[in-house]
């Protein structure tokens, strides 16, 4: 049976904590030669509107379900706008939010959008 000195015990476990701090992840993102990403707000905002709307013009997005909850803020912005409505005749309004024509035009848009700007981060991929 082999006994470790504490000398070496240290030493090892010294030799081991530097490996650590060295590696990639501890490295910062330039000297990896990478460019670190930033967050648009601003595209965050306009792919979650693009979401409600996608919705909406599905018919899949119900004024008490688990979408509309959590997208509570954004179907408001929708609704507020024109985009969306439950009006289903003169005096009548259901149960799920419905594509408006401005809405429908402002979703086409928004795709055309984020199809230009997915093709000039592909540009920048390749």
Not at 38 to 51: K, P, T, V
Not at 75 to 94: K, M, P, Y
Not at 97 to 126: A, C, H, P, Q
């Amino acid at each position: 049976m082999s006994v470790i000195s504490l000398d070496e015990q240290r030493k090892k476990r010294a030799n081991s904590l530097r490996q650590e701090l060295v590696s990639p992840r501890n490295i910062p993102l330039e000297q990896l030669g990478l460019r670190p990403t930033e967050e648009d707000y601003n595209y965050r905002q306009m792919a979650l509107i693009l979401f409600v709307l996608d919705t909406a013009a599905n018919a899949r997005l119900k004024i008490n379900s688990r979408v509309a909850r959590a997208c509570s803020m954004w179907v408001g912005v929708c609704a507020s706008e024109g985009w969306i409505s439950t009006a289903t005749a003169e005096d009548q309004w259901g149960s799920r939010w419905f594509l408006t024509e401005s809405g429908l035009s402002t979703r086409v848009t928004l795709s055309e959008m984020v199809s230009y700007t997915k093709g000039e981060i592909d540009e920048d991929i390749n």
